[in-house]
């Protein structure tokens, strides 16, 4: 099992930062090699996460797998910290990459240069942002992923995509260079830059330094809201993952949890004894944000700007669960996150699909035909009766159904063992920590409300699509667009039915989030390997 | 020297600040680059400033009266980092002006 023992936290940024280097040098015309190197980056990824989460989770006794770039001792060596949390992100970020790839190569890796290349940088940066245990790195990762991100959030091209895009360029370029102030005040009031070694500092500060810190920190707060779309910071985030590519929208799913696992680690990690840094405000904001995000999915006409409101809801939901500070919760949030994720990703590839079949120039087209007598085809229909359901719409309405049920949270499926886990942890047996906090009312009630509005939401839409189409509903998908649908649904159905031992895991996550001795005597433990045997030193 | 470098700092970010609220591209490039000299300016300052003095340390002295090297480190990867994404933010306005006819940066004058 010794392969490669230490290096492989590294692996799952390296992989793909090498094949996409690679991939650049190959003409774009070489879609299936391309595809091939890809996607094995991403399986390689996958594999070495859930390695990395085997062995963190049934090692005894460790919290954290550690590696120190460059062999140099802690606190000097930049570190990368394989723990609980950081792993599951992992093996998350792989498993939805991997669909997106699939998708991408029927149409969207045609339509635009070097898809392929931006998706594994996409990929360095989201990877190295989970690992890294360092402030600056995490930056510099985040800048990668941001990177890469501009470009595929542009993929496709086209008035329509500029405009949002220009916006989420403009913003996180803004967010980055608050991220920046945080960084450097925090550095000056604490004069380093490991997290683990911040922690422990923070706690003897005096004078000025302790204000430094704070302010330091909530910057930092501030730039990961922006990511995470928090309300009122996240008004870019609907429209720009709304005309984005279908698979690049579904990838970004996660690139939005990068601000909310970030956010979480910092506020968990730093100063405060139980409670989490700035928590009612983290509560606060996802409030806020579930809400927004409940008006947006009723109001929204399009199904694309919709399912850009479910990831909004499920933004909030986790941040409003993460700020009660209670290690149920989060664990529940944990779950949620995971089938969240997923749902929204593969519903972005399903709206995806029956929405180019509605968009406007298509409306404009079938109308041309119909005037200037291409009738044919009307020809051909079969009459009303005794016609049977297109393979195509039958995939894609059950498709629809099952991760509407995820989305609103219906049982038996992930998202209602999600939100029960929330549930029971804010009002269930043994929450007598709880007592007196009115934060776990509103957050009780606004996951149910959140339930029932997607379920308005959602019964429209489905209505309109597939019951009572304006047009006759013919829409075209390939084997290979059915197959990462169907694979993302394989995948909340495992989770479903694993949901014990994935429970099992995440309990102990929190309990590594909301026990930080262990992270930094992990971090702090960590030994340097030795020099080439039979060196003399 | 603190009041000097306070001062440029806050009018590069003040300048910033208002020019990145302006409705034209040109002016929001231009206000995320003096905003992004702030930012770099204020690590540098983070080191604290000292003036008049051998950046060499000469093992003898007190360290404590240099300045601390690694904000000048991070801010060389922070101008680098900024550097690019200026680049690629020109490209993306620049095609912006071509498929919307318009500098405005919502696409459309308004």
């Known amino acids: 099992m010794d392969i490669a023992p230490a290096h492989i936290v590294i692996a799952p940024v390296l992989i793909p930062l090498a094949v996409g280097a690679l991939l650049l040098f190959f003409d774009d015309r070489e879609r299936r090699l391309k595809l091939v190197l890809s996607l094995l980056s991403a399986l390689f990824v996958l594999a070495t996460s859930v390695l990395l989460l085997l062995r963190v989770h049934t090692g005894q006794g460790t919290t954290a797998l550690i590696y120190l770039v460059g062999n140099w001792p802690i606190p000097i060596a930049i570190t990368l910290v394989a723990d609980r949390i950081a792993t599951v992100m992992l093996v998350l970020a792989a498993a939805l990459a991997i669909p997106s790839l699939l998708f991408a190569a029927e149409r969207w890796e045609k339509v635009g240069p070097h898809f392929h290349s931006l998706f594994q940088f996409l990929l360095v940066g989201l990877n190295g942002a989970f690992l890294t245990g360092d402030l600056f790195n995490l930056f510099v990762f985040f800048e990668v992923m941001l990177a890469a991100s501009y470009g ?159 990831l909004l809801m499920s933004s909030g939901t986790l941040m409003a669960a993460f700020g009660m500070s209670h290690p149920p919760s989060t664990a529940g949030a944990l779950f949620y996150l995971l089938s969240s994720t997923l749902a929204v990703g593969a519903f972005f590839l399903v709206v995806e699909v029956l929405e180019r079949e509605q968009d406007a120039a298509s409306n404009v087209l079938a109308v041309t035909l119909e005037a200037y007598g291409d009738g044919e085809e009307e020809d051909e229909e079969e009459p009303e009766v005794g016609r049977t359901v297109p393979g195509a719409v039958a995939v894609l309405g059950v498709s629809f159904c099952l991760l509407a049920m995820v989305l609103i949270g219906l049982p038996p499926l992930t998202g209602f063992i999600a939100k029960f886990a929330i549930l029971t942890s804010l009002l269930g047996p043994g929450t007598d920590v709880l007592a007196g906090n009115q934060m776990r009312i509103v957050l009780a009630i606004l996951l149910v409300l959140s339930g029932f509005v997607a379920l308005i939401g959602l019964s429209r839409m489905g209505i309109r699509v597939f019951w009572a189409p304006v047009e006759p509903f013919t829409p075209k998908i390939t084997v290979m667009e059915t197959a990462p649908i169907l694979l993302l649904l394989a995948m909340l159905v495992g989770l479903m039915v694993q949901a014990g031992p994935v429970m099992d895991l995440l309990n102990t996550t929190a309990r590594d989030l909301h026990e930080p001795y262990r992270y930094l005597q992990a971090v702090f433990g960590a030994e340097r390997t030795p020099p080439f045997a039979g060196r003399p030193h | 020297m603190e009041l000097v470098i306070a001062a440029a700092i806050g009018i590069l970010a003040g300048s910033g600040v208002w020019l990145v609220l302006r409705p034209r591209t040109y002016q929001l490039v231009i206000g995320l680059a003096l905003l992004s000299y702030a930012v770099n300016l204020f690590i540098f300052s983070v080191g604290r400033l000292r003036v008049n003095a051998p950046p060499v340390l000469d093992g003898a002295l007190e360290p404590s009266a240099y300045t601390d090297p690694v904000p000048q480190a991070l801010v060389l990867t922070a101008i680098v980092i900024g550097f690019a994404t200026t680049a690629l933010f020109l490209v993306v306005l620049i095609v912006s002006r071509g498929l919307t006819g318009t500098d405005h940066v919502d696409g459309r004058e308004g």
């Open chain 1, 152 to 310: 595929l959030v542009l993929h496709g091209g086209g008035a329509a995509r500029i405009r949002p895009g220009l916006h989420y360029i403009a913003i996180n370029l803004g967010a980055s260079l608050i991220f920046l102030v945080g960084i450097a005040m925090i550095f000056g009031a604490t004069g380093s830059l490991n997290m683990a070694e911040i922690a422990l500092r923070a706690e003897k500060l005096e004078g000025f330094a302790q204000p430094a810190l704070h302010v330091g920190l909530a910057l930092l707060g501030v730039a990961f809201m922006v990511k995470a779309g928090m309300w009122p910071l996240g008004f870019w985030l609907v429209p720009a993952y709304a005309s984005a590519a279908g698979p690049v929208a579904a990838v970004f799913a996660m690139l939005s949890k990068v601000g909310i696992y970030s956010l979480l680690r910092l506020a968990l990690l730093l100063p405060g004894q139980g409670t989490a840094f700035g928590s009612v405000i983290i509560f606060t904001g996802g409030v806020a944000t579930i809400l927004f995000a409940c008006l947006g999915v009723l109001a929204s006409q399009s199904m694309k700007r919709a399912s850009a409101y479910f």
